[in-house]
């Protein structure tokens, strides 16, 4: 069994042409400079939302992005690395007025908690972060963008949206207590996809051109 595992850790399932940083808290950078931030997790987020067709928008702490995604070969090991933990992807129904705040939620955490890794990373969202602002005002601008289009409009607050997050933020971990405000009240707006959740990430690595 051990020898069919280290075996499986060695398929190498992409290739990373540049090195994309697991950098938690993003910094001030000049207008049409490159942003600062978590790449490793925005990909994760992006894989996360290509696991089901109904996925509209996906969340991932970038703290549960372990390390980096360095140049040259990806293999299942490097995966694993990046993802080490059982979490599994779970999809929930949700307002576009809670996806804002439980991006703020994370966030805001992020920098007067000393848990940097509750920091949202996403796929299907942009914001504007505002390091300074007050509780509920660090994440600003939100948009969504439409799967099928691929055009970018303000989120709704009141259009619901399917989000696709891990299944650690989704129990109000790292202060993400949107998730668990909602799943509380209607269960039925919540499903476990017991997709483990490194698996989307080797999927969409693979899938990539």
Do not use: C
Not at 143 to 150: A, F, I, N, P, Y
Request: charged share 20%.
């Amino acid at each position: 069994y051990r020898q069919k595992v280290e075996e499986a850790k060695k398929q190498v399932v992409g290739t990373v042409t540049e090195t994309m940083s697991s950098t938690r808290i993003p910094t001030a950078f000049a207008a049409g400079a490159t942003p600062t931030g978590s790449y490793a997790g925005q990909v994760v987020a992006q894989a996360f939302r290509s696991t089901n067709r109904a996925i509209d928008v996906a969340i991932q702490n970038v703290g549960g992005v372990r390390t980096d995604l360095l140049t040259g070969e990806i293999t299942m090991a490097k995966v694993i690395e990046v993802l080490p933990f059982s979490n599994t992807i779970v999809m929930i129904n949700m307002k576009g007025s809670d996806i804002v705040k439980v991006l703020n939620e994370g966030a805001y955490y992020a920098l007067h908690s000393g848990s940097t890794g509750a920091f949202p990373a996403s796929a299907g969202l942009r914001y504007d972060v505002f390091l300074s602002g007050g509780e509920y005002e660090v994440i600003k601008n939100v948009e969504v963008q439409d799967k099928t289009t691929r055009q970018w409009s303000p989120i709704s607050n009141d259009t619901v949206y399917t989000v696709a997050t891990n299944s650690f933020t989704a129990l109000g971990k790292d202060n993400y207590l949107t998730f668990k405000r909602v799943r509380d009240a209607n269960s039925t707006v919540f499903e476990d996809t017991y997709i483990l959740y490194y698996v989307p990430l080797v999927d969409y690595i693979k899938g990539l051109p």
